[in-house]
């Protein structure tokens, strides 16, 4: 296949694959999903691979070259956020049907939903991905948003209902802000190309009012603290295998678009003190969510708000805008989307096992599910920065960037989330382990399939492994660097 | 003024009287007409920068835009509808 049509497929096949889902027999759709799944993931691995053989691939629709035409792009950045949906997806295939038909018991059809909605999700996914123009990322954002919050229904019960609408008039809210920017800078320029919005844009006030209204409305759609209020519910009340989709990779979504936005069109006119707002706005999240983490004690709520805490790190780059600040800020981005995933799911089996979410009942639970809190306590690895995780690797760079800077609150902030997130992870882990040295606990069935345990463990470990293996995202991620950090 | 920049106008003041709808609104349903209405002042801007500058031709680009704009907030509109009404369903069951 030539590398150019793998950017199409990676945009088409899911939508195929979703309106197929939504007619095929019930019965066969957990197949025909899980099928999907290994098809879609390929072909992003593939095109990975290709970018990291022979560097970024750009495709016009039709011919039709910009500014009239639409063009796909894949660079380093896109590869790897391709790479990590694929390889955060696979695991999920096994896990979901599994999850879906245990919890189904006393719910209603929420798992012949989850293969269509999820297959909308994902082709959304790749459209924000792979976008090269302002328009095009429009319609992946309202696309990826409600799909999100149909996942979020499919909970079926009042709190996620409630969570479901509001996170539905948030994100429309959001987009409204986002297309109403985009309306300024098509006013302004007479294009929606990402480069060639880059090359000509001027630092005037219709630019800047637009860069504010664009920055708005993906603030609310990637959470940051202060628009982070609609997360948690929404987070929590969802599904396992949904909750993992969300934290783990739909706010990265909103949160790489941002980062293009922000470095490819508007730097390079310079932005002022813009970006140490959003930087100290991370620094906020990261505290803020870490304190509201702690007080949890609903077991899903509280991997929610650490979702809140460590999306704060992302936006550090806004303020320590260097190289290896960036690097560290999609590394973390890769690295949370799986340790968020798996502990996502693991938090899953833990409520589906024990049939409560109370993380002080939690008493003697790793005797009983040793497989499971084996994965949270290999993802909080992760997500507490300790070598040799990606999220120490990612947490590493950012640190160097801050000290090379001399911005002092910035390194207190990284290394003090560190301190935090072990302050919410580890009494987790105490509740869980204390008491299990009594024998009889240890006897009895198995209490979760193979299914419902290997997969989050799956993500954990490689979470765990791509702080050994840095070096791979790194090397893709130097041909893509933005012009203006170079 | 031109047709041009009315349109841009009132489709400015339509927004901002929608913003202020979403945000003294309680109910979800008002908020849900509110973003409608937010959404139709964003296409008439649209609408009003298509023809910026007057005697040439209309730039087809926005309407583009606008058509699509108008495609997601026509579904994303029913699929609120739909949560609110089951929503407001569990709701009776319950009392």
Not at chain 1, 352 to 366: E, M, T, Y
Request: glycine share 10%.
């Amino acid at each position: 296949m030539n590398p150019a049509d793998l950017l199409v497929w990676l945009v088409l096949l899911p939508v195929l694959l979703a309106a197929l889902l939504f007619v095929a027999p019930e019965g066969w759709r957990t197949r025909l999903g899980q099928l999907g799944t290994l098809l879609c993931a390929s072909l992003a691995l593939l095109l990975a691979w290709q970018v990291l053989q022979h560097g970024p691939i750009s495709v016009a629709l039709g011919n039709w070259q910009p500014p009239l035409g639409i063009r796909l792009h894949a660079d380093g950045l896109s590869a790897l956020m391709l790479a990590l949906t694929a390889l955060v997806a696979l695991p999920l295939a096994a896990h979901a049907p599994a999850w879906f038909v245990r919890h189904e018991a006393a719910q209603s059809r929420a798992g012949a939903f989850f293969w269509p909605l999820w297959m909308f999700q994902w082709a959304a996914l790749n459209l924000l991905f792979l976008a090269g123009d302002l328009f095009n990322a429009y319609v992946g954002l309202e696309l990826s948003g409600l799909a999100a919050v149909a996942l979020v229904a499919l909970g079926g019960q009042r709190a996620a209902l409630e969570a479901a609408l509001r996170y539905l008039l948030l994100a429309l809210f959001g987009s409204m802000l986002y297309l109403l920017g985009v309306a300024l800078l098509y006013g302004a320029g007479g294009v929606l190309d990402l480069t060639l919005l880059g090359a000509q844009l001027e630092a005037d006030h219709a630019s800047r009012a637009a860069l504010l209204l664009i920055t708005l409305g993906l603030l609310i759609k990637t959470a940051l603290l202060p628009f982070h209020f609609w997360l948690p519910a929404a987070h929590a009340n969802a599904p396992a295998p949904v909750s993992a989709i969300l934290s783990g990779l739909v706010v990265k979504a909103s949160f790489v678009l941002l980062l293009r936005i922000w470095f490819e069109i508007f730097h390079p006119i310079g932005l002022g003190g813009a970006g140490e707002v959003l930087g100290a706005l991370g620094i906020a999240a990261i505290i803020w969510g870490s304190l509201q983490a702690m007080r949890q004690e609903r077991i899903k709520l509280l991997v929610a708000w650490s979702t809140v805490a460590q999306l704060g790190y992302l936006f550090l780059i806004f303020a320590l805008a260097v190289e290896l600040a960036w690097a560290g800020s999609v590394l973390h981005a890769l690295s949370h989307g799986l340790a968020k995933a798996a502990l996502f799911l693991a938090a899953g089996n833990i409520v589906l096992a024990l049939g409560h979410d109370q993380i002080h009942r939690l008493h003697g639970a790793a005797g009983k599910l040793p497989l499971t809190f084996f994965t949270v306590a290999l993802a909080g690895v992760s997500l507490m920065g300790l070598p040799p995780s990606g999220g120490f690797a990612a947490k590493w760079l950012m640190l160097q960037a801050a000290i090379d800077l001399g911005r002092w609150p910035y390194v207190v902030a990284i290394i003090g989330g560190s301190l935090l997130a072990a302050g919410y992870l580890f009494p987790l882990l105490r509740h869980a382990l204390a008491g299990t040295h009594d024998p009889r606990q240890r006897e009895g069935e198995r209490l979760l399939s193979r299914w419902l345990e290997f997969p989050p463990l799956l993500l954990a470990t490689l979470a765990l492994l791509l702080g050994l293996m840095a070096l791979l995202p790194m090397s893709l991620l130097s041909g893509g660097m933005p012009v203006s950090l170079r | 003024m031109n047709m041009a920049l009315w349109f841009t106008l009132v489709g400015a003041a339509l927004a901002a009287i929608a913003l202020h709808a979403f945000f003294s609104r309680r109910h979800p349903l008002r908020r849900l007409i509110a973003l409608n209405i937010m959404g139709s002042g964003i296409f008439l801007v649209l609408i009003g920068l298509a023809r910026l500058y007057p005697g040439t031709l209309p730039d087809p680009v926005p309407h583009a835009m606008v058509l699509t704009g108008i495609v997601v907030a026509v579904s994303a509109t029913a699929f609120g509808l739909v949560l609110l009404r089951r929503l407001a369903r569990l709701g009776r069951g319950e009392t």
